[in-house]
């Protein structure tokens, strides 16, 4: 286990400042010769500046200004090569950290561009439809100090820019996460996991890696375990298992967990009805708008109709597999519906309402129909037209393909989400094709809570992810791995242990020892664990205990909740029924 560092904070010593300088030197984000980072001058704070995208270095595009509403002397038009670009100088800067916003207009849907800073990748920036000049937030930059280059690089073409704005920005303000699930009825480990997460968000990143091949294929040649698997209910779908698939998802599922990681799964739900299946269009493509007819907004505008009952059959089919995993006390990070406003999978082919409208079905049917408890919501889209809303969703993520090599920290991204969730959520880089540099994710303060690499070639290629990028990835003091993740559930300086005193033919008595190990006072703690074959608790003493047929939780009473370092107390209950001799819960313990 490597030993790690405090958390640095949001203000950054001098000692930090030359560190951090020295760490971009060779990125091309901080001069060399200076004994510190480059700040801006402790005098009133500096405007925003304009600078004209048609005063820049064009390659392959072309100036324009036939449509109205530009600044300047026109616009920058033609990006339809992968290489077209243009490079705008940033002449004179103090450098320091700068919000940059884009003037752009696409008038033939949503586009995407690459940013480049002083010729370091930065990721892509999506450019949603728009008829008039309009202007999108493309993150945040880290000037140096003299001048500096912003290019835009073709990337899904046909849109025009017209101008870029810069402004500096204070340190970033402390999150506003709570880490109080959606789901008041959430199981203790779900509880546990994201409290968690929650409490490590700004500080570290979670590494991941989708499927279990791609696992074992960094644990074979990077040496290092991510702490996080990503795996998919996609063979579960009801239309791929009567063509004759299955799955080992949820078993790979139970394994993981057994050896102390984090699950997530996606799910790429294959069409219920409808599958054209035809060459280019197969069944097993079934997940993609052009591979189906299934309409969805039609659906679920008819809750009587065959397709509205095959949408229920196809949850319900999935409710089975989650509910093993509740069962075996799993807790899961659940993305459905993932990249919906792309409008390449068919459940976002009809816009947002109905693509809201099914995430909050499947919310619905799964939390209140099946009673699955162990989820943890996560949303996978930036477009504030396409969010679901607060009260179905604890953590907002987004999906990155920059281009090849481009280890930016997707900063665009991030500020997107921050501001989509109000900072209220959690923010995690859900699938990722060349990883971000973690030092660039300290210095932008994108703080994602993990990132999943996708498999295959993003992961092998040598391209997209360099064998000495994942080495410095996975190897660094900021990055999380399994061997660094601890007992997620026993999170937070609080671990309960349950023991059963005594059972008899209707009833038992139990004592749970509540214990601090961390060395900060522990003010309140909750405590918690699945109640199964019928041990319900009863009158107790030293705490509030209640059940609900699922889950007992306990409180304290107002004299012991409080807990020093290395102190401990213990309430007891009397229960119901006999306690079974193979059942030995594992409580969660949180503070608060």
């Known amino acids: ?71 300047g002397t026109g616009y920058v038009e033609g990006f339809d090569a992968p290489d077209d670009q243009v490079t705008v100088t940033i002449p004179d800067s103090p450098g320091g950290l700068h919000d940059l916003t884009v003037v752009y207009r696409a008038p033939y849907g949503q586009k995407n561009t690459a940013l ?24 945040r930059v880290l000037l140096e100090e003299g001048d500096n280059t912003v290019t835009f690089q073709n990337s899904w073409g046909w849109y025009e820019i017209d101008a870029v704005t810069l402004a500096p920005v204070p340190p970033r303000p402390p999150h506003q996460v709570t880490g109080e699930p959606v789901d008041p009825d959430a199981t203790p480990e779900a509880r546990a996991l994201l409290r968690y997460l929650t409490d490590g968000y700004g500080d570290h990143i ?49 394994a993981w967990d057994e050896r102390g990681g984090i699950t997530t799964f996606v799910w790429h739900w294959n069409a219920p009805a409808g599958l054209i299946d035809e060459p280019g269009r197969e069944w097993w493509r079934g997940f993609y708008t052009d591979a189906t007819t299934f309409d969805l907004a039609a659906a679920l505008a008819d809750p009587d109709s065959a397709e509205y009952a095959l949408l229920l059959r196809d949850i319900d089919a999935v409710a089975v597999q989650l509910g093993r995993l509740q069962d075996a006390g799993v807790p899961v990070l659940w993305r459905p519906l993932h990249e919906a406003e792309g409008g390449w999978f068919w459940w976002g082919a009809k816009g947002p309402g109905p693509a809201k409208e099914l995430f909050r079905l499947l919310y619905d049917r799964l939390t209140n129909v099946h009673g699955l408890h162990n989820l943890i919501w996560v949303w996978n889209s930036v477009d ?76 092998t290629d040598g391209v997209s992810n360099p064998r000495e ?124």
């Open 1 to 71: 286990m490597r030993v790690r560092t405090p958390s640095r904070g949001r203000t950054a010593a001098p000692a930090l400042l030359t560190t951090l300088a020295a760490l971009l030197v060779p990125l091309g984000l901080a001069p060399a010769a200076t004994a510190t980072a480059p700040t801006t001058p402790a005098t009133a704070p500096r405007a925003a500046q304009v600078y004209e995208a048609e005063d820049g270095v064009l390659s392959g595009v072309t100036v324009g200004s036939s449509a109205p509403g530009y600044s």
């Open 116 to 139: 480049r800073l002083n010729d370091t990748g930065m990721g892509e920036i999506t450019l949603p439809a728009t008829d008039t000049f309009s202007t999108v937030s493309a993150g």
């Open 206 to 254: 979670l590494s991941g890696q989708q499927d279990m091949a791609g696992v074992r294929w960094i644990e074979e040649n990077i040496g290092r375990t991510p702490a996080v698997a990503g795996l998919d209910m996609m063979d579960y779908s009801p239309s791929r298992v009567e063509r004759g698939t299955t799955s080992q998802e949820v078993e790979n599922a139970l």
């Open 384 to 459: 504030p037209a396409w969010y679901p809303g607060d009260d179905v969703v604890d953590i907002v993520s987004a999906d990155s393909y920059p281009p090849a090599g481009d280890h930016g920290p997707v900063s665009a991204t991030y500020e997107k989400l921050v501001e989509l969730a109000g900072d209220r959520k959690i923010a995690a880089l859900t699938e990722v094709g060349s990883l971000p540099d973690p030092d660039l994710l300290e210095a932008y303060e994108a703080d994602w809570s993990w990132f999943v690499t996708w498999s295959g070639d993003f992961l």
């Open 469 to 592: 990028h994942l080495e410095h990835v996975y190897g660094h003091e900021r990055v999380i791995t399994l061997d660094e993740l601890g007992d997620f559930r026993t999170h937070g300086g609080c671990r309960a242990t349950h023991t059963v005193t005594r059972s008899w033919g209707t009833g038992h008595l139990a004592e749970v020892t509540v214990e601090n190990t961390g060395d900060t006072p522990l003010t309140g703690w909750r405590v918690a664990w699945r109640e199964t074959g019928g041990q319900a608790p009863g009158s107790a003493w030293n705490a509030e205990v209640t059940g609900d047929g699922t889950t007992v939780r306990a409180t304290p009473s107002a004299w012991n909740a409080t807990l020093a370092p290395g102190a401990s107390t213990t309430f007891g209950y009397l229960g119901s029924g006999p306690w079974p001799d193979d059942r030995a819960p594992a409580p969660s313990c949180t503070a608060g």
